[in-house]
């Protein structure tokens, strides 16, 4: 049972990305990205998980173009993200008390307490932790900080299978629509550290490319607006 609560787990958290494709990670005290790149290639995506752990995070997805980068953007997407990041604080306390009860409380009233009372209990605990994340969940929805529809077929989804409800938070901040560019409101949102390395890895992966199609007639167009754009990263870089 254990074993199927962590494969089910698992499986929910797993995201497929377009190779122009990143997430946007709300950490504890600074901003995060990724690039779909550095996930495992699977059927032209890439499939990579998010911090197992860290299940109160919001992630977003969000979209770069490597043949047109602008530096710096507008603020405005950036700041819209900020605010919706900050809707999901109510969920912290449920969603690790579920995570506590599915992956040690539970393994320990089965295998080595041996007492159904205790067991009982536990389940309980599961379905209980689990109600509190569709409730939450569906106050999201109903404060305008995710579609209704979707708040709704998510709780219902979070109560039929509660090891789901470990995810409530991630699948809430990646269906809301995001407008603006990866690598614009990475820059407007993390610290000039942390922007500083996801900045030079995009710069790597578009190198890379480059020297991919560098010797290829039919991308020479796409070529040279990328050496435009990787210009405009490297002078972005400079300046933060």
């Known amino acids: 049972m254990v074993l199927a609560?962590?494969?089910?787990?698992?499986?929910?958290a797993a995201l497929a990305l377009q190779p122009e494709q990143g997430l946007l990670r709300r950490g504890r005290k600074q901003w995060l990205a990724r690039l779909a790149t550095e996930g495992f290639e699977l059927r032209r995506q890439r499939l990579l998980w998010p911090p197992l752990w860290l299940l109160h995070q919001p992630l977003y997805r969000l979209h770069w173009n490597p043949t047109r980068i602008v530096l710096p953007g507008e603020p405005a997407p950036a700041l819209a993200l900020a605010t919706h990041a900050a809707s999901f604080k109510g969920f912290a306390l449920p969603l690790y008390l579920l995570a506590a009860a599915l992956f040690i409380a539970l393994p320990i009233a089965l295998f080595a307490l041996h007492s159904e009372a205790i067991l009982l209990a536990m389940l309980a605990l599961i379905y209980l932790c689990t109600l509190c994340i569709a409730l939450l969940t569906l106050r999201h929805g109903r404060r305008g900080?995710?579609?209704?529809?979707?708040?709704?077929?998510?709780?219902?989804?979070?109560?039929?299978?509660?090891?789901?409800?470990?995810?409530?938070?991630?699948?809430?901040?990646?269906?809301?629509?995001?407008?603006?560019?990866?690598?614009?409101?990475?820059?407007?949102?993390?610290?000039?550290?942390?922007?500083?390395?996801?900045?030079?890895?995009?710069?790597?992966?578009?190198?890379?490319?480059?020297?991919?199609?560098?010797?290829?007639?039919?991308?020479?167009q796409h070529h040279a607006h990328m050496q435009t754009a990787l210009e405009t990263l490297k002078t972005g870089l400079a300046g933060k």
């Open 145 to 220: 900080h995710s579609e209704r529809r979707l708040a709704r077929s998510t709780a219902l989804q979070l109560m039929l299978c509660p090891p789901f409800a470990l995810n409530a938070v991630r699948k809430l901040s990646l269906a809301h629509g995001v407008d603006g560019d990866l690598l614009q409101s990475a820059q407007q949102l993390m610290a000039p550290a942390q922007w500083s390395v996801f900045a030079g890895r995009v710069q790597a992966v578009m190198e890379q490319e480059l020297q991919e199609i560098a010797e290829l007639p039919e991308y020479a």
């Open 5 to 12: 609560i962590a494969l089910f787990y698992l499986y929910d």
